[in-house]
């Protein structure tokens, strides 16, 4: 039996009438999901940053806690919670006389190395990887290809051949033996190359040259405050490698009066480790320790946003 005309065509307007109200649900469907996912995922995110902070910032609070206690108290008050606040002036007070006061020379020694080094491997950085970015020269991928390769070799084991080498012109013992190994950063120098890259076009260096300006004047007129972000960047990187590099002034430095302050505060250790033979000054060790990372907290908090941008502007192409 054939269906009539009109049937049809109502049925038609009603299926094409819902059909809107059908793809608004599925969509309205489909947001609701898609929130739940981002939701989750988002709450996913945050635990993870949490974790992440607290496996940071737990050993800070500990050593902030251990520097008020004194030596008895490291050991039998809770490890996490203060023993006596009032014991950290008196832990300080111990710090700055203990030995003749010798912990205020450690602390200079760490800054004259670190900072020494770090402008110093920040200009060599900064000259190597605008060369390497703007200039070509034959075996320029080669060179750069060894300086990055040097990046995968553990610092620990090139300190015994610079103590064979610095020993002949009579260096060892001196804060040059810490200084001239800490100059070459390989990492700076890809880090710079790969900002200069990005950052400083190659036309604006020929509009420079056009306009009569030399080589020396458009590096520092347009190039490095282009760079500053980087420079930064690898300033920080360079001050904090130095800073608490153990092992080359370890071995390369035996006079109590040349040593930093990581490699003093181990001698402290190691005389509280010898028993009762030995001094113990567990509370001002962790005193020691705990005002050492003060300085390298407060550069990252002061240059955090030189420092962010330096890392994420040279890796986006």
Do not use: C
Request: charged share 10%; net charge positive; hydrophobic share 50%.
């Amino acid at each position: 039996m054939a269906i009539p005309t009109a049937v049809t065509d109502h049925t038609r307007a009603v299926v094409t009438a819902g059909a809107p109200r059908l793809d608004r649900a599925a969509r309205r469907d489909a947001r609701r999901h898609r929130i739940r996912m981002q939701g989750g995922r988002r709450i996913g995110s945050h635990v993870l940053l949490l974790i992440l902070a607290l496996y940071f910032v737990i050993p800070i609070w500990w050593l902030f806690v251990a520097s008020t206690k004194s030596t008895g108290g490291l050991f039998s008050s809770p490890a996490f919670w203060f023993d006596d606040p009032a014991q950290f002036f008196t832990n300080l007070a111990g710090l700055f006389e203990h030995q003749g006061g010798i912990y205020w020379r450690w602390l200079a020694n760490s800054f004259l190395y670190a900072f020494v080094s770090g402008l110093g491997a920040t200009v060599v950085a900064v000259l190597a990887g605008y060369g390497f970015a703007k200039y070509h020269f034959r075996g320029r991928g080669f060179v750069f290809g060894m300086i990055l390769g040097s990046v995968m070799v553990p610092l620990t084991a090139l300190v015994i051949p610079q103590f064979m080498l610095l020993s002949q012109y009579g260096l060892v013992n001196t804060g040059w033996a810490v200084i001239l190994p800490s100059l070459l950063n390989p990492f700076g120098v890809y880090l710079m190359r790969v900002y200069t890259q990005d950052t400083v076009p190659d036309e604006l260096l020929e509009a420079a040259r056009i306009d009569g300006a030399g080589e020396w004047r458009t590096f520092t007129r347009i190039v490095l405050p282009l760079l500053r972000p980087a420079i930064v960047t690898v300033l920080l990187l360079s001050i904090v490698g130095t800073w608490n590099n153990f092992f080359l002034p370890l071995a390369m430095l035996t006079n109590p009066d040349t040593l930093p302050v990581t490699v003093g505060l181990n001698r402290w250790l190691a005389l509280s480790n010898a028993g009762a033979g030995g001094e113990q000054v567990w509370n001002l060790i962790t005193s020691g320790a705990f005002i050492s990372v003060l300085p390298l907290l407060l550069s990252f908090l002061l240059l955090q946003r030189y420092w962010q941008g330096g890392l994420t502007l040279g890796s986006v192409k």
